[in-house]
């Protein structure tokens, strides 16, 4: 199968499975395991933070970032498209009582600050208080520019923001831009960090912050239901990955441009190609059947208004090469 839906499909290898077999473990809700103590210490100190908590997903990374952050009747101001304003069940409204404060993304993932500004509640007992930005860094697989993330944490600082970034893919934005994890999460106070996507881990996600933040994450993290016990068999499958597979993202990154550029040549509507991700706009006749057309040679793609392709570690050139030839094929007859 060539799976090109989201690089969440990847499967352990043998290295990471044994990685996995072999791991030293304890009851991590005692703090007793080995393991997941290591992992966290290893991705503090990547990312610059005093302290780390790993987490079964994202998406409670994100919320349990959100409830450290603000209180009931509080908001923070985020993306209109936001993976933790639109891709979490509202699970900051439910479980916080947090008000969201969603405003329109630039195409290039940056929220102008000249608008967050505008969206800042004034104390006044109307109003819910505003206590936090949160960014997304990849966004639709674009890498915030640092400059940016500069001006965001000056920002921040000045208007009494907490700044916390869903780095979901932030290894993505770090190796494009040549620089150590430790760059792009100085300019936040909380980051949160998906060790399933590129990074290939079958699951697990990290936060990163300070000790006292870290220290609430993790009464949440137990009220939310994510304190797990022998949870060093996961966390091995994250170490290993941080230490093999990080520089590869880069590989990701080529066969994702080589992609487009490939379907560019054979006259596909390629829109945008960012990181790891291939965007294509297909005409409406064409989506059904190129989805089957793919499907019957072994190639799963995400298609509908927009098609994305997003490429991952089991995903090589030969893969890829076959994926242009079949899609070729189609637009023979179709076209
Ligand atoms: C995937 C993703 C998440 C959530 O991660 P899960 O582990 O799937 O819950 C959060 N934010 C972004 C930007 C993501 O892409």
Sequence with gaps: MIDLRSDTVTRPGEAMLSAMLTAETGDDVYGDDPTVNALEAEIAHRSGKQAALFLPTGTQANLVALLCHCNRGEEYIVGQLAHNYKYEAGGAAVLGSIQPQPILQERDGTLPLATVEQFIKPDDIHFAITRLLSLENTFNGKVLPLSYLEQAWDFTRQHDLALHIDGARIFNAAVTLGLPLEALARYADSLSICLSKGLGAPIGSLLCGSQQFIQRARRWRQMTGGGMRQAGILAAAGLYALEHNVARLQHDHDNAAWLAEELKAAGVAVSRQDTNMVFIKL?????????EWLKQRDI?????????????????????????????EFLQLYG
Excluded at 286 to 291: E, F, R, T, W, Y
Aim: proline fraction near 5%.
């Design 300 to 328: 799963l793609v995400s298609t509908g208004e927009v098609t994305r392709l997003v490429t991952h570690l089991d995903i090589d050139r030969r893969a890829l090469e076959n994926v242009v030839d079949a899609w070729r």
């Design 283 to 291: 005409p409406q006749a064409q989506i059904a059947p190129l989805k």
